[in-house]
């Protein structure tokens, strides 16, 4: 038996009866790490030997009996945009490429006091700003299903992680799609709670009204366990929300009879891949066989979606990246005088789509443009909050695809940065409500490549569309497929 092919939740339980110790899981996750991380690529910082201290702290405790936190022992990771005391936090960028933070963010230090293991910290696109892990300073990760392909972004390095079993679970963080739509490229499982649930202090700031902080798990149930340990009210961050956090895991009982479920017509378009717009279609059908009621739903301002998230974001991205200007931390270039270090330590500090962003982002909040872009963004924005909440007036939960095609070629849409942004189109609105998503694995391509849906709940009941989710992944058999790293 390979430990680390095992979920969350069954080697919690071999580790409380103590068929296994937290140090041998901890120990077979880094031989997958050493037999397969020369392809993928999927971490920029390795902690082995705090991990393996940190695992047998764990065995002590377990050791103790008595309840125990299902994370007690559990290896994990976390993209490096979580602060981790003592721990090289890089944002996969090299304006933060010596940067060691002096204390844990809430997140982190939540997984912690429930006695998780941390394995590493995972690659991304820097500051959390692409589709596909290709942005990243450091290396590009390879999907693990395909290794010419991407395996989305931003959290790409969590999603091939858990996909290639070089982790139990992990952390990511979700502005625009970027735990739901790598977890679709990558065949595992991404959940996206709501705006508020889950604080966001100690990561590293995108777009402070869209990041939101969710697990990447191999299944539902692991999802359910992750979220009940990270959610959670939090003076720290003044966007936490201080309502109860349900105990998620016992919603899934595989039963979704009687839920409405809503199918919006704007999220099957011309141009999807037709194999993904089939295999959701196969997805809801199997859905209602399980007893489901379908209502047909319409989202009209989808369409605007992208052009006000790439609006609001860039703006945000602007004003939280002005910090890094070479003076309190990070890079700081050579220079003569205080104007050339900033200039220069921005200029060689930041890779070309931070500066992108952060020039649209100036742009629109520019006097002049203001009121044209960014006050119009925000009042769209409204708009498509509201569609949300029309449609929910109907059912419970919306399902759509989660990406609009599967993992693309390494270097295929690099060139071609509208066509990377839409690769979101679909997972852009919930962000902009605030609304949870979670997206499962529901079929292969003919090329053997994963493809996700999303089930979109209401703000704050992540338990319904853990519910369905559930239900879906026990009606079939796609979270149980493997890639075998051995193509490429």
Not at 204 to 222: C, E, H, R, W, Y
Not at 348 to 362: D, Y
Request: aromatic share 8%.
């Amino acid at each position: 038996m390979s430990l680390h092919t095992l979920t969350l939740h069954e080697l919690h339980g071999k580790l409380k009866k103590r068929e296994v110790s937290s140090v041998e899981v901890t120990e077979s996750v880094f031989r997958r790490i050493s037999a397969t991380e020369d392809k993928l690529h999927s971490y920029i910082t390795l902690c082995r030997d705090k991990a393996i201290a940190e695992a047998k702290q764990a065995d002590e405790r377990l050791g103790k009996g008595g309840e125990s936190s299902p994370l007690l022992g559990i290896p994990l990771a976390l993209k490096d945009i979580f602060l981790t005391q003592g721990v090289l936090t890089t944002c996969a960028s090299k304006i933060l490429g010596n940067f060691v933070p002096p204390y844990d963010g809430t997140a982190v230090r939540k997984l912690k006091e429930a006695g998780a293991v941390a394995v590493g910290k995972t690659n991304m696109d820097e500051f959390a700003m692409g589709s596909s892990t290709e942005n990243s300073a450091i290396a590009i990760t390879h999907n693990p299903w395909k290794l010419d392909r991407v395996p989305g972004g931003s959290s790409g390095g969590s999603a091939a992680a858990v996909a290639a079993d070089q982790c139990i679970a992990a952390l990511g963080t979700d502005t625009g799609g970027s735990i739901r739509q790598p977890a679709a490229c990558c065949g595992i499982v991404g959940l996206k709670p709501t705006y508020g649930r889950v604080s966001r202090y100690g990561i590293i700031a995108f777009a402070s009204s869209l990041d939101q902080v969710g697990p990447m798990t191999k299944n539902v149930t692991d999802c359910a366990l992750m979220l009940e340990a990270v959610a959670g009210y939090d003076p720290s961050d003044s966007t936490s929300v201080n309502a109860p956090v349900p105990a998620y895991a016992s919603f899934l009982n595989g039963d979704a009879k009687g839920l409405r479920v809503g199918i919006p017509k704007e999220y099957f378009i011309p141009g999807m891949q037709p194999e993904v717009e089939q295999a959701v279609k196969e997805a809801i059908r199997v859905l209602e066989k399980n007893g489901i009621r379908i209502e047909k739903v319409s989202l009209p301002h989808t369409e605007y979606a992208v052009a006000v998230y790439y609006i609001i974001a860039t703006a945000e991205a602007s004003s939280n990246l002005a910090r890094y200007d070479g003076m309190k931390y990070g890079y700081r270039a050579l220079a003569r005088d205080l104007t050339e270090t900033y200039t220069r330590s921005r200029e060689q500090g930041f890779g070309a789509e931070v500066k992108r962003r952060i020039m649209l982002g100036t742009y629109a909040l520019s006097a002049g443009y203001y009121d044209a872009y960014y006050l119009k963004a925000q009042r769209v924005r409204t708009l498509v909050k509201k569609d949300f909440e029309a449609a929910f007036r109907k059912c419970d939960a919306i399902i759509t695809p989660t990406a609009p095609t599967t993992a693309f070629k390494i270097g295929e849409k690099t060139q071609d940065p509208l066509q990377m942004y839409l690769s979101d189109i679909f997972t852009i609105s919930a962000n902009l409500a605030g609304l949870p998503a979670i997206s499962v694995p529901c079929g292969f391509d003919a090329e053997g490549l994963p493809i996700g849906m999303q089930i979109i709940g209401r703000h704050f009941d992540e338990a319904t569309i853990l519910r369905l989710a559930f239900a879906y992944e026990q009606a079939t058999e796609w979270h149980k497929k493997k890639p075998l790293l051995d193509h490429g």
